[in-house]
């Protein structure tokens, strides 16, 4: 499944460019053969959270000053240890939302976060948190996590998984604060907290 | 009953509502087929409406592979009764959830199709997007019970469209049956009158008009023709009456003139039937006188014959002479009389072995003489032979006498095929002839065209002639050019008429008296 994702996003094609797929497939074991040592292979759990980070941007509306420009990428960073290997970039490679091209950063701490709509801070910075997200208040970024107790502390999205399923919980007054509209389509199969609570 | 020979007031209703029956189903029909594609239409747009929000409902749950919620956004299509199943599909494809929840994978596509909707047998089904923005997310798929849901539509379309045929024929044969009165009351009371008319031949009734249309002006004209015919009729009365006045006048006159020509004849026949006693009578005494003087003379030649000078035996002679012309004459006479009396015995005569046989008769007359004889063919006849034969006698011995002066006689004798029924027989000589002024004088009893002296006679032979060929139904006449020959003519029918018969009974009724008068008479 994750390959066959990743083709498709990557290539941009359809599910029946046979030529693609292989290509792709080939593409995807050349990198990820070479890369091994260096970068993390993503495990399935963390394939599905890529994808979900992606699908944030289509549910969730920022202000207009977060995008200078019409071509103002649309940031997706990640703080901290990236647990999604290379699987993220795949993800996002040749994406576009609303004609902002989707642009994947990583950051070591927090004071590197300049131009972020969407931060995925990794389970390396749970301790951190008290520090980080109080540092993001008032910027138009959507903060997302799986670290423990994460909405209650003032993050917005948390990962939670529950019987093998990943399941959302998310703190819409957060956003609220952070000017972001989260899609009251996201917000039905989500599983709703005020701060202070999880 | 066949509709041609129904009234015509149930002719118009059965057009009315015909007419009405059809308009109203054809119009039902298009109807019906223009509100079913209309339904179709709208059921497959709410199709995609139902589906468009069911899609845009699950695009969370797709994105964020939460397949409890899926199902239970699918679960809200139980609202919508002939949706009979439903699926997502992820962006791959993959059968993601199910509606309802317990349907079994197969009775589903294994994977999402192309987009758009289709009729599969009575279903409809498709698949469409599921798209947040411009991303698609997945696929929706839909089927739809579209034959429960037409059979459904149609039934209750159906029953209404019924519902209002039947009312409307209903109003239209309440309405039809007033109306088409105004059509047909007038017919009908114009056939009624016709019927009264032709019934009781009454020409008085007229036929009630009810307004300008067609039908009054068939009424006033039928009425005018009435009238016609009423005054005709009286008319036809009158003239019948006169003439049948004049007829009852005819008929007293024609009685009345019947009985005078009855008693006229009855007179004309006692008469005639006197008038030949007293001829044959008067023929019959004067022989004896003459008889007497035959033989006296006879007596005085024997005794004084020597002692008479030269003269008076002349004289005697001459006496002589003149009594014995004058027995030929009362023969001849009597002969002529006893013609009208005998009775008549009509048989198949052949004719001309009849006339050869007279000529033969005729031998001594005809001694001496150079005669050239031509006989044509002659027929078989009907008549009394005897009589017949008297006929030819006469005919014949006239072309011998007349022709004596001749060097050389010729005596043709023939009857030419004539298509008149009757024989014409001919005798034509070449003797002396005689004036055609005169032919009407020829067969009259006495009467003679030529001196005693030059051609011997008694004047009674054709008047002979004439009276038997009467009586067989012929006629008989002549022609001829002085000194250039005559031609005889006498007719028979082929078929005689029964009259002379009659008249033969007559003529045999009378004879006895004849007889009696004869036997008083010497």
Known sequence: ?198 | MRLKDAPIQRKLLVIILLTTITALLMMHGTLLIYEFLRFQRATTRQLSTVGKIIAGNSTAALAFANQSDATEILSALNAERYVTAAALYDKEGKLFSKYPANLPDDALPAAAQKDGFQSEHSYLAGCQPVMQGEKRLGTLYLRFDMGTLNREWLRISISIALAVIAVVILVAYLLSRKLQQRISEPIRALAGTAKAVYDRQDYSVRAKKFGEDEVGLLTDAFNQMLQKLEEKNTELQVTFEQLRVAHQEILGLNRDLEGRVEQRTAELKTVNKELEAFSYSVSHDLRAPLRHIDGFLELLQKKAGTALDPKCQRYVNLIAESAKEMGTLIDNLLSFSRMGRAAMCAAPVNLEQLVRDTIKELELEAAGRDIVWKIGALPEVRADQALLRQVLINLISNALKYSRTRPRTEIEIGCPPDPNGEHVVFIRDNGVGFDMKYADKLFGVFQRLHEADEFEGTGIGLANVQRIIGRHGGRTWAEGVVDAGATFYFSLPKSPSPQHETQTHFTRGRQPEGHRALARSP
């Not at chain 1, 977060?66 to 960073?77: D, Y």
């Not at chain 1, 976060?113 to 980080?132: N, V």
């Not at chain 1, 109080?134 to 502390?153: C, H, Y």
């Open chain 1, 1 to 198: 499944m994750a390959l066959l994702v990743s083709t498709r996003h990557w290539r941009n094609g359809g599910p029946s460019d046979l030529p693609g797929v292989l290509f792709a497939a080939l593409a995807l074991l050349l990198v990820g053969g070479l890369n091994l040592p260096a970068q993390p292979v993503a495990t399935k759990e963390y394939k599905i959270k890529a994808v979900f980070l992606f699908n944030f941007s289509q549910f969730v509306t920022w202000p207009t000053n977060a995008f200078p420009e019409t071509q103002t990428p649309l940031v997706i960073g990640v703080l901290g240890e990236d647990p999604f290997g290379t699987y993220l970039d795949e993800t996002v490679r040749g994406e576009e939302v609303d004609k902002h091209p989707l642009v994947i950063q990583h950051y070591r701490r927090a004071e590197e976060i300049k131009t972020c709509h969407i931060l995925f801070i990794s389970q390396s910075e749970t301790s951190r948190l008290d520090q980080i997200l109080p540092s993001l208040k008032g910027r138009s970024i959507l903060t997302v996590s799986d670290a423990e107790g994460f909405a209650q502390q003032g993050g917005m999205i948390r990962f939670v998984t529950e019987k093998g399923r990943i399941r959302l919980r998310i703190n819409p007054e957060a956003a609220k604060a952070a000017s972001l509209t989260i899609s009251s389509k996201l917000l039905r199969p989500a599983e709703i907290v005020a701060p202070g609570k999880d």
